[in-house]
């Protein structure tokens, strides 16, 4: 049923024929919704190989401890998920290597929904603050446990979804975000409203103190980090996920009033700036501010210009800064600085001395792969871990150790199968404007010629960058017979702050244009054909795919949008939205209006289209997207599409945006193999379907730049 609603906006009549949908409790749109469940199940049976998915996907599924330890003194805490478990668990390892569950959120929530979200030891290791959430609701508690017990020792804290955490010597308090309690807000204020709290254990947590923030900033999110000597604290602040921030420093003579000082201005400065105090109360701030690709530098504590600060590592404009992390344990002959950065879609691990910044060595890595989450223990360690992956190898935990200058592997993440073996490569295709753009490609270790089933990803947003990580749907894929493609739009942070800006606001359609472009490369070198191709993007990357397939609907024979934004025009009103106003711009302002209604996927469905299969996936409850833009694209694409291939919608109920029991994280991962290949040619076990007419050669061109 189509509706008559035509919104006005500064001279715009904009369509909204199915604003009806986003009323989820109307009894019209649960019956629309239950239709479509019924349509998607009639689809899937009939799908072909989806067993034979679930099997492949089960062999190259990675289970066991995928991130690296928090080493407080001579006790770690360590995340692991063995395979046939819902939910990751909570362990910790003291001295002896005597492993223990500290916390299993089944034992919490047998149905699987609960999930351990993130924790926090305490300095000296004694406690720890947990932090669970349950998928569909809004809210996140924090519970404080004895390390050696696993007794609660204080909680819950309520509000704190998406909180920061920082503890003060003694384990006796912590600073902590949580949001404003809603009988002390407006009706149907959905804004973030997060305050900075200081909470004492064994105080209810009505009497924590609020000592940052209030009304003049609603949306902002807040980082927070103490020094080791607990005298001072520092708070980045900033409104959304925005490419700048604040920085706020104070004084905790009275850690219940920190008198705080504005050490960086996010409207002046225009910079992300990421603090961290150093053992003499400097600062090491990692920052994009003139180095678009980052640097490291140090500051005084209360330096405000950043014409004062002293740049440690220098920017390297060809390898973005990811983390960095110091080692001043007194038994190395010099305090020491670990970097890691990444050159050309693989990590490099260099050390440096942390007076100078002066270069010492660069660490030896298993590959040319992803090195995330580095960490030392505290206080005062001489040893890093680290996360090594690659599209053949799971997360593995490597250890490296200061004084003896070795790495060691710790252990890691296991697959049930063997991997399959898959041929990485990285190239460059042009944009449009003459940009040339990288593209990541994943396919079998084998020699083929001709084109083959493809699965082109993309995310651009957010300063977000693609990197080849290990993806059990792309080693599926790929396991199968297929190419897995990965185009590093505009927007994303592949090549630094300069490379976001590109595709951003008022640049965001150049975003959707690299991911076309991707598209047509693919194609005109031979590499896939038109009915090979399958676009594939989650949350502001189902954006991406459903903006680049309503422009070009004739470049792919599927398209799969997990958790997708779609009405550019209301985005604001659902989930987050109002809080990427920085990223996509705001339909308050005219200029930036017409920038959203040059790719809304919603308002540019054309009637007649010949549009390809369509998966659009998405929660019951999405509390960051919100529900809507799935049900709203979904009725739009069926009553315009002219083709007969379906537009299908999949809802999952009793999960969130992008945190869902692994159960339910395979059934989605198989359907959405099983949906592309069954609209591109290949399942498992088989050789890819013939094809529609023929196809070139693959061929090099001046453009493709492998390494």
């Known amino acids: 049923m189509r509706g008559d609603v035509v919104e006005k906006l500064f001279g715009f009549s904009i369509p909204d024929p199915y604003r009806w949908l986003e009323d989820g409790d109307d009894a019209r749109v649960r019956d629309w919704a239950a239709a479509q469940d019924r349509l998607f199940r009639v689809h899937r049976a009939e799908w072909a190989g989806k067993r034979s998915w679930a099997s492949l996907l089960d062999r190259v599924s990675s289970f066991g401890v995928s991130e690296p330890p928090i080493v407080r003194g001579p006790v770690m805490f360590l995340a692991e998920q063995l395979r046939g478990d819902e939910q990751r668990r909570l362990l910790v390892v003291d001295a002896g290597g005597n492993r223990r569950v500290l916390v299993d959120p089944m034992e919490i929530d047998p149905s699987g929904r609960t999930g351990l979200y993130a924790w926090w030891p305490s300095r000296e290791g004694e406690r720890v603050a947990v932090q669970t959430e349950v998928a569909e ?49 407006a009706p149907g204020d959905m804004r973030l409203q997060r305050r900075v709290r200081l909470h004492r254990i064994g105080s209810p947590w009505q009497a924590d103190t609020v000592v940052f923030g209030g009304d003049d900033a609603p949306d902002h999110y807040y980082g927070l980090t103490v020094s080791a000597d607990g005298r001072h604290l520092a708070i980045t602040a900033m409104a959304g996920p925005t490419s700048h921030n604040d920085v706020y420093v104070a004084e905790l003579a009275d850690p219940e009033a920190p008198r705080f000082v504005r050490t960086v201005d996010a409207r002046t400065v225009g910079a992300r700036v990421l603090p961290r105090f150093l053992p003499d109360g400097d600062l090491l701030l990692v920052t994009d501010h003139q180095a678009p690709c980052g640097r490291v530098c140090v500051a005084r504590r209360h330096d405000t210009d950043p014409a004062a600060w002293r740049t440690l590592v220098a920017e390297d404009p060809e390898a973005p800064v990811d983390e960095c992390l110091v080692l001043d344990d007194p038994a190395l002959a010099r305090p020491l600085l670990l970097v890691a950065r990444t050159r050309h879609g693989a990590s490099i691990l260099t050390l440096h001395d942390l007076a100078t910044g002066r270069p010492l060595t660069a660490l030896p890595l298993p590959g040319a792969g992803v ?75 084998e020699d083929h010629r001709g084109p083959r089933p493809t699965l082109l990803y993309g995310y651009g947003s957010f300063g977000m960058p693609m990197r080849p990580w290990f993806f059990p749907m792309a080693a599926a894929w790929v396991a199968a017979g297929g190419t897995y493609a990965v185009a590093c739009v505009r927007g994303g942070g592949e090549e630094g702050q300069h490379w976001h800006d590109a595709g951003r606001g008022a640049y965001k359609h150049r975003a959707v244009s690299d991911f076309n472009d991707a598209a047509t490369w693919l194609i005109d070198t031979g590499r896939t054909t038109r009915h090979q ?33 779609c009405d550019m025009v209301r985005y604001e009103n659902f989930g987050l939205g109002r809080t990427w106003t920085d990223e996509f ?31 659009l996936a998405g929660a019951v409850t999405d509390l960051q997207t919100g529900e809507a833009h799935v049900t709203k694209m979904c009725a739009a694409l069926q009553h315009a599409t002219s083709s007969d291939r379906p537009i299908l919608m999949r809802r999952e109920p009793d999960t969130a945006h992008a945190a869902l029991p692994a159960s ?23 050789a890819a379907a013939p094809l529609h007419g023929t196809a070139p050669e693959p061929r090099g061109d001046g453009l493709v730049r492998e390494s």
């Open 585 to 615: 711009g705001s339909t308050s302002r005219p200029e930036q209006l017409r920038w959203l209604l040059t790719y809304s996927p919603y308002h540019n469905v054309t009637p007649g289209g010949s549009y390809p299969a369509f998966l």
């Open 371 to 445: 090195v995330s989450s580095l960490r030392a223990s505290v206080p005062h360690g001489h040893r890093a871990w680290f996360s090594y992956c690659d599209a053949t190898t799971p997360p593995t935990i490597y250890r490296y150790d200061a004084v003896s200058g070795r790495t060691e592997r710790e252990t890691g993440a296991t697959t049930a199968g063997h991997a399959p073996e898959i041929r990485s490569r990285s190239v460059r295709y042009p944009a449009g404007d003459g940009t040339e753009i990288t593209m990541l490609l994943f396919s079998p270790d």
């Open 664 to 686: 339910k994280e395979r059934a989605l991962t198989v359907d959405i193999l099983a949906f592309a290949g069954e609209h591109t040619g290949l399942s498992p076990g088989r």
């Open 137 to 185: 609701r809004p809210g996140s508690d924090i519970t404080v446990l004895d390390a050696r017990t696993g007794e609660v020792v204080d909680g819950p804290l309520p509000r704190a979804r998406n909180t920061s955490l920082a503890w003060l010597p003694g384990g006796n308090a912590f600073y902590y975000v949580s949001r404003v309690p809603d009988e002390e807000l």
């Open 533 to 565: 191709l399958a676009g594939f993007g989650q949350s502001a990357g189902g954006l991406l795919v459903t903006a680049a397939a309503t422009q070009r609907p004739d470049l792919y024979a599927a398209v799969i949008a997990e958790g997708p934004l």
